[in-house]
């Protein structure tokens, strides 16, 4: 494959603060684009490899990859389709009654979501109301083609889309669930969701929740895709200078911990001390977790059992997936098993694992199978009463 170019961040993505700024919290072995699933296994076994640090920002607080790649790389082909992973789609269906719940009494509600994909929240929310959804991905075009209830704009989310569509003061709802790690320019992004919020407007977001990862030593999360990880203390630090005031936050379970939080445009704006970062013994049990990778109880029992020959599994080819098998490579897995056919007969980029339907799991027994995707790990042994062999996690859900 061609040599992809990349860059390192100019200053903070949330608060646009200097370089300078910036320590570091981790850096992990090269590896591929956990979002890369190639066609070929020659594909894969040449796929590009870039650095991959995580550095913190001690103006905001903000963790993020020093690294970026272009969107046109990331996100040109994605291998994501929210509405084929059953937890996701309860998760929505929960996230829309909440929010129909609270906005019951405006039929006409404008509301924008960025960060749509294939429309798994907007196919839900009231017809009465008038629904917009921003995404760039090739997903939510293919999607939105068969849709009338809601009006996609296949772009990045920003203030010269508001202002070139009409969008200034006119949104009353705008959410944002699971996208901001992919945004590069934040700062940039929640300046066009002040400018096309009316007054008073409400800014739903939500976000992996940085606490629960570090509680979790959650490394796997850790990719080029993933360009940051909030705290609720960074996203008040971003924005609440910007104009915005915090309404609530709550706590949830998914993705091994997410924050749900609401903002309201305001007209004033709020000065936030800077960062008194609390993080720092949780930053060294990262790091120590992630160096110490090949001692955990699963990563012991896959080695013996290739060491005696037997064959392996793993299940859940997503991102998670890519990182935990290219940072352990030492541990070849004869296939990885995946219910999307988005990444179905393709391969893991660099160790080459091809991609299979579940239904291999019990034509081609193996004794393991390591739940790469651990966080939906009781969908998944429900689902798979036939596996004869034993599980194992590679992270424990908080």
């Not at 690294?67 to 996100?75: A, N, T, V, W």
């Not at 070139?164 to 700062?187: P, T, Y």
Request: charged letters at 20%.
């Amino acid at each position: 494959m061609d040599t992809v170019e990349y860059f390192l961040i100019p200053r903070c993505r949330g608060c646009y603060a200097a370089t300078s700024n910036f320590e570091v919290v981790i850096q992990m072995e090269p590896m591929p684009l956990a979002g890369m699933f190639c066609s070929t296994l020659t594909a894969a076994l040449t796929a590009p490899v870039f650095p991959l640090t995580w550095v913190q920002c001690h103006r905001c607080g903000l963790v993020q990859v020093l690294e970026d790649i272009p969107d046109s790389i990331l996100f040109s082909h994605y291998n994501y389709a929210s509405s084929t992973i059953p937890g996701l789609v309860r998760h929505f269906e929960s996230f829309s009654e909440f929010l129909t719940a609270r906005y019951s009494r405006d039929c006409s509600l404008q509301f924008l979501e960025i960060g749509c994909n294939d429309g798994v929240l907007l196919n839900r929310l009231p017809r009465r109301w008038q629904l917009k959804g921003v995404d760039l991905s090739d997903v939510s075009r293919i999607a939105a083609s068969s849709q009338s209830h809601y009006d996609l704009y296949n772009l990045p989310f920003s203030v010269d889309l508001v202002r070139d569509n009409g969008l200034e003061g006119s949104i009353d709802v705008i959410s944002g669930s699971n996208c901001l790690a992919h945004i590069s320019d934040l700062k940039a992004v929640f300046e066009a969701v002040y400018l096309a919020l009316r007054s008073r407007g409400e800014f739903w977001l939500e976000v992996h929740d940085l606490d629960a990862l570090l509680n979790g030593s959650q490394w796997d999360t850790i990719y080029h895709e993933h360009r940051l990880e909030w705290s609720e203390q960074s996203l008040l630090r971003c924005l609440l200078p910007l104009g915005f005031s915090h309404v609530e936050t709550h706590r949830l379970p998914l993705h091994g911990g997410l924050l749900r939080v609401c903002f309201r445009k305001e007209s004033r704006f709020q000065f936030i001390a800077p960062n008194s970062d609390q993080t720092q013994p949780k930053f060294a049990c990262l790091r120590e977790a992630y160096e110490s990778r090949y001692n955990t109880r699963a990563a012991k029992i896959l080695r013996e059992e290739l060491r005696k020959g037997h064959r392996i599994a793993a299940y859940g080819a997503a991102g998670r997936a890519n990182v935990y098998l290219n940072q352990l490579r030492e541990i070849q897995f004869e296939y990885i098993v995946d219910e999307s056919s988005l990444r179905l007969h393709k391969f893991l980029p660099r160790v080459g694992t091809p991609v299979v339907p579940p239904q291999v799991l019990e034509e081609k027994p193996v004794g393991y199978c390591l739940i790469t995707a651990w966080n939906y790990s009781e969908d998944i042994t429900r689902k798979n009463p036939g596996h004869s062999g034993q599980w194992l996690t590679a992270f424990e859900a908080n």
